[in-house]
């Protein structure tokens, strides 16, 4: 298959946006599915539950990686992989054998660790800094209240205590600024099924600005960001990003990027609203219930998210019974009644039940493509759930339409070349 061609350099420009700041607009007409530009990674760092299966320098997922002969946790493709990553992996290997067990620093410690010792190393402009340096990254400091200068000041106090042997550390003020520039701008590098593979620093797609209605998408190529159009984009247009999952309505978006990035969402969603009602569907009753008790059965189902992120134990029971109260009210399109379902089919693959998993999916789909902007990864993820579900449980023709439209996602959020699209195709051939 033919590469698609490489952006050229002045198709994009930073600029000030109003209201917004710094911003990147097209300077020419992008088509949806067209590469705009891509972004290795500054800095990056492989979650510990992925240790074995990908590889800790490029992020490839592979069989039969070779592991570090020093502390023997960290798994590479190839020589040349494990040479690459040393001068970051340097900072963990030893600290590993010493602590043993008891070494545990945070994804959010570690990948700081090692923007401190890339900021030593190559004191220069970096290939991810071609729009925005990392120095130039908002921390939003004077925003911060006392719950998030506490965590910040306790991974100060990890960082000390696990990375002294190889980290010159600047003073105390000037952490805490990199860890909220971090809070701020750091991404999550996540697989087809949006399952979580690690964390990383990609300077020039920081520069984005955050829309409900984005017109692009970032997806990655192992430790490369890579950032398509959605919608046509025209010149002079900005180039608009989504910083959190879009399937909530706009309050609790506006919640999430309040708590997180400090800003309330202009966009054309956000002011007009104009899909709150059908994420908030509510049955039709006899009765038609009165504004307080919708708000109600709302701070209901917020809590109940809530209390699922910190239950470690009966899960699929909180779901069923909160899924039975809410489903009193609510209609299944009804966006906490599709996160308490996507939760409980989560729980459901954890513990390979098949067909309960497939339930749920087959519920969560219609709506989710409703809800989501074209293109989603949600949706696509969502596909193919349900493509691999048909084909485990042996129905063939769901399994290979399932998957066929997850594809058709896919081509256009990470091209038609990416490694995923071809195991997808991989696994059409084999079954």
């Not at 600029?15 to 990147?24: D, E, I, P």
């Not at 992996?89 to 410690?109: D, I, R, Y």
């Not at 409980?344 to 969560?364: F, H, N, P, S, T």
Request: proline share 4%.
């Amino acid at each position: 298959m033919r590469s698609e061609a490489a952006p050229q350099p002045g198709d994009l420009e930073r600029f000030v946006s109003a209201g917004k700041g710094r911003g990147l607009r097209a300077r020419r007409r992008y088509a949806v599915g067209e590469l705009l530009f891509s972004c290795p990674a500054y800095a990056s760092v492989l979650t510990v539950s992925e240790r074995g299966s990908h590889c800790d320098g490029c992020f490839a997922r592979k069989e039969d990686l070779s592991k570090c002969g020093r502390c023997k946790q960290a798994f590479y493709c190839n020589v040349e992989c494990q040479r690459e990553d040393w001068p970051m992996h340097k900072l963990e290997c030893s600290a590993m054998c010493t602590f043993g067990q008891s070494w545990n620093p945070s994804e959010t410690v570690r990948l700081t660790a090692r923007i401190l010792a890339k900021q030593k190393t190559n004191p220069e402009r970096t290939q991810s800094e071609k729009l925005l340096a990392v120095k130039e990254f908002e921390s939003h400091l004077d925003k911060l209240d006392n719950e998030k200068r506490e965590l910040i000041q306790n991974d100060i106090a990890a960082l000390h205590h696990f990375y002294s042997k190889h980290l010159e550390y600047p003073d105390n003020d000037a952490l805490v600024v990199l860890f909220a520039q971090v809070n701020c701008n750091g991404f999550t590098i996540e697989d087809e099924e949006l399952s979580h593979l690690g964390s990383a620093i990609f300077p020039d797609v920081a520069l984005m600005n955050h829309s409900c209605c984005p017109n692009v998408i970032v997806t990655y190529k192992g430790t490369l960001a890579e950032v398509r159009a959605v919608k046509e984009i025209e010149p002079g247009e900005e180039v608009f990003t989504s910083y959190i999952d879009l399937l909530y309505p706009t309050e609790d978006r506006n919640d999430r990027l309040r708590d997180s990035y400090f800003f309330n969402c202009d966009c054309r969603e956000c002011i007009t609203k104009d899909k709150d009602k059908e994420k908030l569907e509510i049955r039709k009753l006899t009765v038609p219930p009165s504004a307080q008790t919708v708000w109600d059965m709302i701070k209901y189902a917020r809590n109940v998210i809530e209390e699922f992120r910190r239950a470690k134990h009966e899960l699929l029971e909180i779901c069923e019974l909160s899924l039975d109260k809410m489903g009193a009210l609510f209609e299944d399109s009804n966006v906490y009644m599709l996160h308490m379902m996507y939760q409980a089919m989560g729980v459901c693959l954890y513990v390979q039940d098949w067909e309960g998993a497939l339930r749920y999916g087959q519920k969560i789909i219609r709506p989710y493509s409703k809800h989501y902007p074209s293109y989603s990864l949600n949706v696509a993820s969502m596909w193919l759930k349900l493509g691999r579900l048909y084909m485990t449980l042996e129905n063939r023709p769901a399994g290979v339409k399932a998957l066929k439209r997850a594809i058709a996602i896919m081509e256009v959020a990470h091209g038609k070349d990416h490694p995923y699209i071809s195991e997808i195709k991989k696994e059409l051939e084999d079954h």
